[in-house]
């Protein structure tokens, strides 16, 4: 009597379970790098079948040897502990996925030594495209990795004068973006504005704030520079104690003699955070402060009251980011110039903002 025995990981092929399948191993190639669009529901059903019943995974080293490159995107992101991050390994991993990548995620608390420790660590383990999430405002500390061919791709970030080289990059209009959320708050009668950041250090808040800058020059409102609370230059960013932070400064903000009247988060973070601080101040949101925030985490719409916030398209953005670097991947000769894809943000009106009490 012959034993149905599986084989054991090391010894099943691709041809082994093309072969239990009844497909050719081309077929069971394209289901494991996501390449579905052209084969029946049954036939990749079928292959999905054999690979389970087998016991089959790819080999990582076979791949490396064969490509190049191992089939995982990494991803460099400052703190999950920000919501805002998780959603966005989330959205990557959901498009990789779809093409047969996994991703690996670190988190650099945006620090530029650990962030180039970690792409140095993703190298070395044959994998070759990143995306950043720092905005840093230099990438001087990459350019060794992307001389020996790093595939990079930079979130929230445009090309800055000083970058001595070209990247592929993916951001809303921050600057955009600052002004949406000042024009709203204008729209409602609020002239004293004040905005809450960590250190104003990286591309996407330097734009935001430019863009509250513009929002209020336009209406002929002169900048306060009281008005906006920066957190001390050599504390973190504040991408894990953002809402610690803001809810300080918002206390510091209420406390002055002429306090705003609505106040603008630099990320949904700061925005929940400044709740806190108008809450410690015994008033009352919106009816004595308004209050705007960035991202649109998964916790503003469930705030008390809800979080208007300025929307980042983050699927589609992701989406756009990840198929890039596969397309620079598997075609690393002929993928085009460096790209900047730039998306629209837009205003998520909630409970958060009213018009001011006169």
Not at 18 to 30: D, K, W, Y
Not at 44 to 72: C, D, F
Not at 144 to 156: K, M, N, Q, Y
Not at 180 to 202: F, K
């Amino acid at each position: 009597m012959v034993k149905d025995k599986k084989k054991s990981f090391h010894e099943v092929t691709i041809q082994d379970v093309a072969r239990l399948a009844g497909v050719s191993p081309t077929s069971v190639s394209n289901v494991l790098n996501g390449r579905l669009e052209r084969m029946g529901k049954e036939t990749v059903e079928r292959i999905q079948r054999a690979i389970k019943q087998l016991g089959y995974t790819p080999s990582l080293v076979a791949r490396q040897l064969k490509t190049g490159y191992v089939p995982i995107i990494g991803l460099i992101v400052p703190s999950v502990a920000n919501p805002f991050w998780g959603a966005f390994a989330s959205a990557a991993e959901e498009t990789a996925l779809r093409h047969g990548f996994r991703v690996l995620l670190c988190n650099s608390e945006r620090n530029l030594t650990r962030e180039q420790s970690y792409a140095e660590d993703m190298w070395a383990q044959g994998i070759r495209a990143i995306i950043f999430g720092s905005s840093s405002l230099s990438l001087t500390h990459l350019f060794s990795l992307v001389e020996r061919g790093l595939h990079t791709i930079t979130f929230d970030r445009h090309t800055q004068p000083d970058d001595s080289f070209d990247i592929d990059s993916v951001s809303i209009d921050n600057m955009l973006a600052g002004r949406l959320a000042t024009e709203h708050l204008l729209a409602l009668g609020h002239r004293r504005i004040g905005l809450l950041s960590g250190p104003i250090r990286t591309v996407s808040r330097i734009d935001r704030l430019r863009g509250y800058r513009a929002a209020l020059a336009e209406a002929g409102i002169a900048v306060d520079p009281r008005l906006i609370w920066e957190a001390a230059p050599d504390s973190s960013f504040g991408d894990i104690e953002g809402a610690v932070l803001s809810r300080i400064g918002a206390r510091e903000l209420l406390s002055l003699e002429h306090p705003p009247s609505a106040i603008i988060g630099i990320n949904d973070l700061y925005a929940l955070g400044a709740y806190a601080g108008v809450h410690d101040m015994r008033l009352s949101i919106p009816s004595a402060c308004s209050i705007v925030g960035f991202d649109d985490i998964m916790f503003a719409e469930i705030a008390q009251p809800p979080l208007t916030t300025i929307r980042q398209p983050l699927q589609e953005m992701l989406r756009v980011a990840v198929e890039r670097l596969i397309e620079r991947l598997e075609h690393a000769n002929d993928a085009g110039d460096m790209v900047h894809h730039s998306f629209t943000p837009e205003l998520i009106v909630r409970g958060s903002t009213a018009p001011i009490l006169t």
